[in-house]
């Protein structure tokens, strides 16, 4: 099983400031890794897909990137909407998540 | 999008089977678009995936719980189903259903589910 480890677990940031969140697979995924957003007592949400493909309706603030086993969300502005838990998953071989980053006001 | 909702009993005793229906609107189950996907969520820890079901009864089950986990599918009521057999406090979990896009060039699912149900809590506990 392939095992995604993200960093850091919680991230404090200001309105307005760049968060760069990190997910690294325990083998190549390529580049079949996606992200969603979780508020309290709401399912996720799909955000980003194939790497770095924003999912309908994302705001182009998030931004995907990555290869192989190293992979990051940037959320260049942050917004008052955006503070929530992020996964990583990847879908390459069955599918894992990732244990989550959870991005806090500061 | 389609949209899905969970039902099923929330409290379970250990070795007890899990049943959960998945009610699925804005769309046929059977349109071929979707694979038909259930994930959990245990307390404070990242989802795992459960299994997929096409509407032609095709299957993927996680390799950890192939041997306790069953999906099917009912077209005439737009839903689709999980068991769970000999459950443990281990599966205390929300438990979600969701649908992967059907990826044309693999005849498999895409990966990534676009849209989930709300959740629904399921405890096991003597």
């Known amino acids: 099983e392939i095992v995604l480890t993200q960093s850091p677990a919680t991230l404090s940031v200001s309105p307005g400031e760049r968060a760069t969140l990190s997910c690294r697979a325990s083998q190549s995924v390529s580049s079949n890794l996606a992200w969603y957003q979780q508020k309290p007592g709401q399912a996720p949400r799909l955000f980003i897909y194939a790497t770095s493909t924003r999912a309908t309706g994302v705001p182009a603030r998030f931004s995907g990137s990555g290869s192989g086993t190293e992979f990051t969300l940037t959320i260049s502005s942050l917004q008052s909407e955006d503070f929530a838990v992020y996964y990583c998953?990847?879908?390459?071989?069955?599918?894992?998540f990732g244990q989550g980053t959870k991005v806090e006001i500061k | 999008q389609v949209q899905l909702q969970e039902s099923g009993p929330g409290l379970l005793k250990p070795s007890q089977t899990l049943s959960l229906t998945c009610t699925v609107s804005?769309?046929?189950?059977?349109?071929?678009?979707?694979?038909w996907s259930w994930l959990r969520q245990p307390p404070g820890k990242g989802p795992e995936w459960i299994g997929d079901i096409y509407d032609s009864g095709t299957t993927y089950y996680h390799p950890s719980l192939r041997s306790r986990v069953a999906m099917s599918v009912d077209t005439s009521r737009n839903q689709f189903s999980l068991t769970l057999s000999s459950v443990t406090a281990t599966d205390t979990a929300v438990y979600f259903c969701?649908?992967?896009?059907?990826?044309?060039?693999?005849?498999?699912?895409?990966?990534?589910?676009?849209?989930w149900g709300q959740g629904t809590l399921v405890t096991i506990s003597s």
């Open positions: 969701a649908a992967q896009p059907f990826d044309i060039l693999t005849a498999g699912p895409a990966g990534r589910f676009d849209s």
């Open positions: 804005g769309g046929s189950i059977s349109s071929g678009d979707y694979y």
């Open positions: 998953q990847q879908y390459n071989n069955w599918s894992t």
